[in-house]
């Protein structure tokens, strides 16, 4: 069974940096893009930035100079380095993989999401 794995959220103060991880493990044969999504609170999840496994990367307008998004594919792990956190940036954090497992279809994997809160 394939996971996702989040780590890295909390509080952060305005202009301060958070580096968020998402790990999967599991019978992953190959992973093709990963992501970042985010949900504030009253508001759709919407798309943070995007990498595919040749890392040609994707951002939102509203994170563009700001994050960065990164990953390892011996660890199957992407990062998202985000600076000058800004108030607007609260909200839950989701990576998002699309997976094959061996001897399986390819699907998009969700983690179960951490919090990062942007408050002085």
């Known amino acids: 069974q394939v996971q996702l794995v989040e780590s890295g959220g909390g509080l952060v103060q305005p202009g301060g940096s958070l580096t968020l991880s998402c790990a999967a493990s599991?019978?992953?044969?190959?992973?093709?893009?990963m992501g970042w999504y985010r949900q504030a609170p009253g508001k759709q999840r919407e798309l943070v930035a995007t990498?595919?496994?040749?890392?040609?990367?994707n951002y939102a307008d509203s994170v563009k100079g700001r994050f960065t998004i990164s990953r390892d594919n011996a660890k199957n792990t992407v990062y998202l380095q985000m600076n000058s956190l800004k108030p607007e940036d609260t909200a839950v954090y989701y990576c998002?993989?699309?997976?094959?497992?061996?001897?399986?279809?390819?699907?998009?994997?969700w983690g179960q999401g951490t919090q990062v809160t942007v408050s002085s």
């Open positions: 990498i595919t496994s040749g890392f040609s990367t």
């Open positions: 998002n993989a699309y997976i094959f497992e061996i001897r399986n279809l390819g699907r998009t994997y």
């Open positions: 599991g019978s992953i044969f190959k992973i093709n893009a």
